[in-house]
């Protein structure tokens, strides 16, 4: 059975940080691409954040967080990372991450990956920063 869970999620105050966990089971780890995407409310878009790739470690950070927002893999543990730094309020938003099967594009393919490719999406987490 495929899943993919994410973890870590929580209230925070600003300045302060959360590791973002996305587990997954039942597919190839390593031929997938890994995206952390947010959604800040319901009514508005669904937001990149940040990509992996579990075949060669290839990442993209979005700019709105880049230097503050770290993505990495554990592929023994089928598990991706994001570790969150200096928190915002702005910040505050449910995170999901989502994995597409990239084998086929044999590496010729761009981060970050975009939200329709997604073959399994998590159910998300909430993290709420505090001013």
């Known amino acids: 059975e495929v899943e993919v869970v994410e973890s870590g999620g929580g209230l925070v105050q600003a300045g302060g940080s959360l590791r973002l966990s996305c587990a997954a089971s039942g597919f190839a780890f390593d031929d997938y691409a890994v995206t952390w995407f947010r959604q800040a409310a319901p009514e508005k878009e669904r937001v990149i954040i940040s990509?992996?790739?579990?075949?060669?470690?290839?990442?993209y950070v979005a700019n709105s967080v880049k230097g503050r927002f770290t993505i990495s893999t554990d592929n023994a543990k089928k598990t991706v990372y994001l570790q969150m730094n200096s928190l915002r309020p702005e910040d505050t938003a449910v995170y999901y991450c989502a994995a597409e099967d990239v084998a086929s594009y044999d590496g010729n393919y761009y981060l970050p990956r975009n939200w329709y490719g997604m073959n399994y999406w998590g159910k998300g987490t909430l993290v709420t920063v505090s001013s």
């Open positions: 990509s992996i790739s579990c075949e060669d470690g290839r990442t």
